[in-house]
């Protein structure tokens, strides 16, 4: 029994010899090279949304409750990319490449806007952040009176009192008109061109009229000699809240700020 089992493992073991020895092996050859595959998109390639929020200030510095109606466009090549902003001023400008985008802002009776965006595209949308509008002045001078205001203790100074009457809301906390008064021996006179340079705003008057006083300090009094026409320039300007300049989607120009609204000039003689 023990010689036919040897015989046995023997024969199996030359069976297994055999059979590895005639396994074929790969001689190293390289076959042809294959077709190549789609390739993929790139990065700069994909396209995704640049979004955002619009707030709405009107002219008196006060937060406007609804956002809608903002027009905002910017371009891709030859193409108009636009959106509107819903009640809560959100925007989305979609399916835009990765590039540099100059994104206009429009609303009527609004200060326009421009912005810069560096868009990264990529799988998730670019954030544009929070871009405030300001509301443009609408108010208008209707008239304007002035009478010298005599105080013989206060010599060399002067203070000529100015009643002004304006349109719109009547005069309160939540509606004070900015402006500025300009004085010139020139009638050129303007915010470029003047002599004297007066800045107020209204306070609690309950209707359209207010009244300021100017006051002329003494190294102003001696630029003056009595009989001297003095032409003055009134300017409603923006709120000091709304410090920020604008850009002018018409002319394509930055404003810069305080601009001026509505103007009125008038004159008188200054006397002693």
Known sequence: MLIKFSLAGFLLMFILWILTGCTKKADGITGATGPDGI???????????????????????????????VNVSTTAGDSLISSVTDQAGKFSLPSLKSGTYRILFRRPRYDSLAVTVNHTAGDLDQFAGLIQMDESLTTHFL??????IVDPFNAPYKDLQVTMTCDGPPLYFSTVRYYSIFFSRSPAVSDHNFLIEYDGYTHNEGTNQFVTGVYFAASQVTQLIPGDTLYMKSYFV??????????????YQLI????????LQNYFIWSN
Do not use: C, H, M
């Not at 994909?46 to 929020?53: D, F, H, V, W």
């Not at 810069?256 to 103007?263: E, F, L």
């Open 39 to 69: 390739a993929g998109s790139s990065v700069s390639e994909t396209r995704s949304a640049i979004t955002g929020y619009v707030k709405l200030i009107d002219q008196f510095g006060y937060d406007v409750s609804i956002y809608d109606s």
């Open 256 to 263: 810069a700020y305080p601009y001026k609204g509505d103007s």
């Open 143 to 148: 008239s304007q009176t002035f009478q010298y």
């Open 238 to 251: 923006p709120a000091y809240s709304l410090s920020s300049s604008w850009f002018d989607t018409n002319t």
